[in-house]
């Protein structure tokens, strides 16, 4: 390990104004998704990393716009626990990467991933480090890797940073735990995502840290189904995929509340899939609902301006058997072009419906 910069918060302030510089660089960065574990793991490792040679300043850039970091409500919690500062954070849209990442001596370290996006790829010439849990895709050979199949690359960064001599702060150690906590469902067998690095990683930290394991693990999957604080088009946004079947484009949320507590949340909800639905000119907006309350329950709901579309949706979601059944709502169902659904297949998730319906549609 390098020098450590004793304080987060200072690091992050320098690495920020060091990114509107836009000087040459070594950018730490996420993957797409940005989930936890990306802003965290990119975060600590280009804290702990020492200077690069020729004095490069480390920047862990989030792989996101700002506008989304809202949306990681877990994140949003575990980063102002630790006293994070979002002002502090720079984000995709923060700053003109490629053009930094043009400059001869600016250098790229993949954090959480192993593979550029189909849109960065273009910085392949530029990966010089990679720390990750994903299965290695071999690629950017002569990079140096630290690639392990860990629950989450937190531990990994977490392993470096135990191993080096400076004593961790709270803050530093809280981070770490907590992202590996959300990540391996508090270190959970059962939940097959814990390995035994993962739970010596977090027994190390769990002191430095001054947190009690249940309550930071808690409290972090709670705020992970937060979304009082979100629009319905912010719920919309914050697990979102789109698909071109044929000719239909079709748009498929997740989203993590019963519907009935959305109804009561907001009763424009129908004028908000609407505004959605057209401002990603989408043929088809299916929302999949999932939750647990007590028992795990999904509902979908299926918003289309054209009624017969919708009806042959939902007639071949039940011929592939999902089992919909018009939900009952206690203060009654939005009117509009929505309809919805509770569903009897529990295993019906987005990853399965989506091959169902792309081949339905190419039909
Ligand atoms: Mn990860």
């Given at each position: 390990?390098?020098?450590?910069?004793?304080?987060?918060?200072?690091?992050?302030?320098?690495?920020?104004?060091?990114?509107?510089?836009?000087?040459?660089?070594?950018?730490?960065?996420g993957n797409e998704a940005?989930?936890?574990?990306s802003?965290?793991?990119?975060?600590?490792?280009?804290?702990?990393?020492?200077?690069?040679?020729?004095?490069?300043?480390?920047?862990?850039?989030?792989?996101?716009?700002?506008?989304?970091?809202?949306?990681?409500?877990?994140?949003?919690?575990?980063?102002?626990?630790?006293?994070?500062?979002?002002?502090?954070?720079?984000?995709?849209?923060?700053?003109?990467?490629?053009?930094?990442?043009?400059?001869?001596?600016?250098?790229?370290?993949?954090?959480d991933h192993?593979?550029?996006?189909?849109?960065?790829?273009?910085?392949?010439?530029?990966?010089?480090?990679?720390?990750?849990?994903?299965?290695?895709?071999?690629?950017?050979?002569?990079?140096?890797?630290?690639?392990?199949?860990?629950?989450?690359?937190?531990?990994?960064?977490?392993?470096?940073?135990?191993?080096?001599?400076?004593?961790?702060?709270?803050?530093?150690?809280?981070?770490?735990?907590?992202?590996?906590?959300?990540?391996?469902?508090?270190?959970?067998?059962?939940?097959?995502?814990?390995?035994?690095?993962?739970?010596?990683?977090?027994?190390?930290?769990?002191?430095?840290?001054?947190?009690?394991?249940?309550?930071?693990?808690?409290?972090?999957?709670?705020?992970?189904?937060?979304?009082?604080?979100?629009?319905?088009?912010?719920?919309?946004?914050?697990?979102?995929?789109?698909?071109?079947?044929?000719?239909?484009?079709?748009?498929?949320?997740?989203?993590?509340?019963?519907?009935?507590?959305?109804?009561?949340?907001?009763?424009?909800?129908?004028?908000?899939?609407?505004?959605?639905?057209?401002?990603?000119?989408?043929?088809?907006?299916?929302?999949?609902?999932?939750?647990?309350?007590?028992?795990?329950?999904?509902?979908?709901?299926?918003?289309?301006?054209?009624?017969?579309?919708?009806?042959?949706?939902?007639?071949?979601?039940?011929?592939?058997?999902?089992?919909?059944?018009?939900?009952?709502?206690?203060?009654?169902?939005?009117?509009?072009?929505?309809?919805?659904?509770?569903?009897?297949?529990?295993?019906?998730?987005?990853?399965?419906?989506?091959?169902?319906?792309?081949?339905?549609?190419?039909?």
């Amino acid at each position: 390990m390098g020098k450590m910069n004793d304080s987060l918060g200072t690091f992050l302030k320098d690495s920020a104004q060091a990114a509107r510089a836009g000087k040459p660089a070594r950018i730490f960065m996420g993957n797409e998704a940005s989930d936890l574990d990306s802003m965290a793991a990119s975060i600590l490792f280009a804290w702990s990393s020492g200077a690069a040679s020729g004095g490069l300043p480390n920047i862990p850039v989030m792989n996101i716009p700002r506008e989304d970091f809202n949306l990681r409500t877990e994140a949003l919690w575990l980063f102002q626990e630790v006293g994070i500062d979002q002002k502090d954070l720079v984000f995709l849209d923060d700053i003109d990467l490629g053009k930094l990442l043009a400059g001869a001596a600016s250098r790229l370290v993949l954090v959480d991933h192993n593979k550029l996006s189909a849109a960065q790829v273009a910085w392949e010439p530029k990966v010089e480090e990679i720390l990750d849990h994903h299965a290695d895709e071999g690629l950017y050979p002569s990079a140096k890797k630290t690639i392990a199949p860990v629950g989450s690359a937190s531990t990994l960064v977490a392993e470096l940073m135990l191993a080096g001599s400076a004593t961790l702060s709270p803050a530093v150690a809280t981070l770490a735990l907590g992202t590996i906590l959300l990540d391996t469902v508090n270190l959970d067998p059962e939940a097959k995502r814990v390995t035994p690095r993962d739970a010596a990683a977090a027994a190390s930290l769990l002191p430095a840290s001054g947190s009690d394991q249940k309550v930071l693990f808690d409290r972090l999957q709670l705020e992970k189904f937060n979304v009082a604080a979100l629009s319905s088009r912010d719920i919309l946004r914050k697990d979102y995929k789109e698909y071109r079947m044929g000719t239909v484009m079709c748009g498929m949320s997740s989203a993590l509340l019963p519907m009935a507590d959305w109804f009561m949340k907001d009763a424009a909800i129908e004028a908000a899939f609407s505004q959605y639905a057209k401002s990603r000119k989408l043929d088809v907006l299916i929302v999949m609902g999932a939750y647990t309350a007590p028992e795990f329950t999904r509902e979908m709901a299926v918003h289309s301006k054209d009624a017969g579309l919708r009806k042959r949706l939902v007639e071949f979601m039940n011929k592939s058997g999902l089992g919909l059944a018009p939900l009952k709502a206690a203060d009654g169902i939005p009117a509009g072009n929505t309809e919805y659904f509770s569903q009897a297949d529990l295993s019906q998730s987005r990853k399965k419906l989506q091959p169902l319906l792309s081949s339905y549609f190419q039909d």
